[in-house]
């Protein structure tokens, strides 16, 4: 499905995200409720560790999108909450940059105090869309 990047400066590029995307004629939009580096119990995993969990977050991300017959480049717009906003910098956003290379999404990036419990660093929410099925 084409996609355009709505970039009116060019700042944004080196974090690896876009202003806005558009998406004309879209047939499918899936809602991702927030991810976070939990297993299929929804017990937490990489305790302490935001590479982990990020990486955790996105493989998540993924197994929603290819259940409901989507894939990562459907991506539009990734909202990102964390409770340590410079260790995600440090080590969650260059991995986020890396998945997502080359998808233009909008993205937001909150501090929080805190997510759904004391041992998530991150949550990912997304949105996608695709071509009607």
């Known amino acids: 499905m084409a996609k355009r990047a709505v970039n009116p400066w060019t700042w944004q590029d080196a974090i690896g995200f876009s202003q806005g995307v558009v998406v004309p004629g879209a047939g ?7 991810q976070v580096a939990c297993d299929g119990e929804g017990v937490p995993l990489c305790v302490g560790d935001m590479a982990g969990q990020t990486r955790k977050a996105l493989e998540n991300i993924a197994t929603v999108l290819q259940q409901a017959g989507f894939a990562l480049q459907d991506i539009v717009r990734l909202n990102i909450y964390t409770t340590d906003v410079e260790q995600f ?25 805190r997510l759904a419990s004391p041992d998530f660093l991150i949550e990912l929410e997304a949105t996608a869309v695709a071509a009607a099925a």
């Open 28 to 34: 499918r939009t899936l809602y991702l409720a927030g």
């Open 89 to 113: 910098h440090r080590h969650g956003s260059p991995l986020i940059k890396q998945v997502l290379a080359g998808i233009p999404h909008a993205s937001t990036l909150l501090g929080v105090a």
